[in-house]
């Protein structure tokens, strides 16, 4: 059991925050009640939870309106495993393209302005996690690798607001998934845009490069605050994507929980992620072609070069020689590299192709 009072000291400081009173209680009371968490994972929970929420209280002290300004975003969403990391990783290779790396949402504060000892501690203080993380969770790094140096999905930095994806990856949290489905996400995109602005104190990029699944379906958030966003959606058959996600999940959560609900699992994954399509779908339609650009996974995977040419054509973006030959070794690196076979099924989560298909509206 988790008590609330457990983060006294941090909720003394935000107590009167509307914002955080409504999702914290939700996900507490959601990880008590159902998430059957064993006695590492409540303390893992626990330690993750103390780290947002030291790290919202100090994004609030270091947050000012005088330098709300933030460069224009470049998003890339679609489904999870859908190649949307694949995507974002070639993107990053140019250098006017900058994503927050994991050790700076792990610990940004206080801000760096030039690279030296502290910086290395900071990085170091993130390898310890992943460490942890590796231990905690095994063979995580064969289906989604991280680096404290490599740009990292925008889920870390929305945990500022209590309002993340992770925190249903971790266990299992029903109440607390319906409740990302209808709740006000503008919350969690204010948080994080106030992290973005305060990253540009110390350095304003061309663009920001983000990525998170779950950005689909928050067009109209993310645009309330960033107004000139710009959205590469990636498609796949989510009779494959789904699968792989729960999969993920599945090997996530067996560091957290006592049991797993496979079937359960498999069902609310397909649930909410067919809520986010459909809401996706309804909002993209008020946007342009400059704004917005769907692409496929089969065309990332047989030509990502001639992708990436087509996606900076249409956002009218440079495309210099020296970003080319960085993308190009990138994947030349990337087929080089041995993965883990990920296997998975539809039927291992009871779902069938057909119902998959019609709830994603694909055909």
Not at 26 to 32: E, K, R
Not at 196 to 201: A, D, G, V
């Amino acid at each position: 059991m988790i008590e609330k009072s457990k983060f006294i000291r941090e909720l003394e400081l935000v107590s009167t925050d509307k914002e955080f009173i409504e999702p914290y209680n939700v996900l507490i009371d959601s990880l008590n009640n159902e998430a059957n968490l064993g006695s590492i994972g409540q303390l893992a929970v626990e330690y993750q939870l103390k780290q947002h929420i030291n790290n919202r209280i100090l994004i609030d002290k270091a947050y000012s309106l005088k330098n709300h300004s933030v460069s224009k975003p470049l998003i890339v969403i679609g489904l999870p495993r859908s190649g949307t990391t694949f995507l974002f990783n070639l993107l990053s290779k140019d250098q006017d393209n900058r994503s927050p790396l994991f050790w700076e949402m792990m610990k940004p504060f206080p801000l760096l302005n030039k690279d030296g000892f502290r910086k290395k501690v900071r990085i170091l203080q993130s390898d310890l996690i992943l460490f942890f993380k590796e231990r905690f969770i095994p063979n995580l790094d064969n289906l989604h690798k991280i680096k404290s140096t490599s740009p990292e999905e925008c889920l870390l930095i929305k945990v500022f607001g209590l309002q993340s994806i992770l925190y249903f990856y971790m266990a299992n949290v029903p109440t607390y998934l319906n409740y990302l489905s209808n709740c006000d996400t503008r919350i969690s995109y204010s948080w994080h845009h106030k992290f973005l602005s305060i990253l540009e104190n110390q350095l304003k990029p061309t663009r920001w490069l983000l990525k998170d699944p779950s950005h689909l379906g928050n067009l109209k958030e993310i645009l309330s605050v960033y107004p000139d966003a710009c959205f590469i959606h990636i498609t796949r058959d989510p009779a494959e994507t789904i699968p792989s996600i729960c999969s993920l999940t599945a090997q996530v959560r067996k560091g957290f929980s006592k049991d797993l609900d496979t079937k359960r699992l498999g069902q609310e994954t397909l649930n909410f992620w067919a809520k986010s399509n459909d809401k996706n779908e309804a909002q993209r339609s008020d946007l342009s072609s400059n704004q917005y650009m769907q692409v496929q996974y089969d065309d990332l995977l047989d030509d990502p070069i001639n992708l990436i040419k087509d996606i900076y054509k249409n956002f009218s973006i440079s495309l210099d020689d020296r970003t080319l030959s960085l993308m190009n070794a990138y994947i030349e690196e990337g087929s080089s590299d041995a993965k883990a076979e990920h296997k998975y099924s539809l039927e291992d989560y009871g779902l069938e192709r057909a119902e998959v298909h019609n709830k994603l509206n694909y055909s």
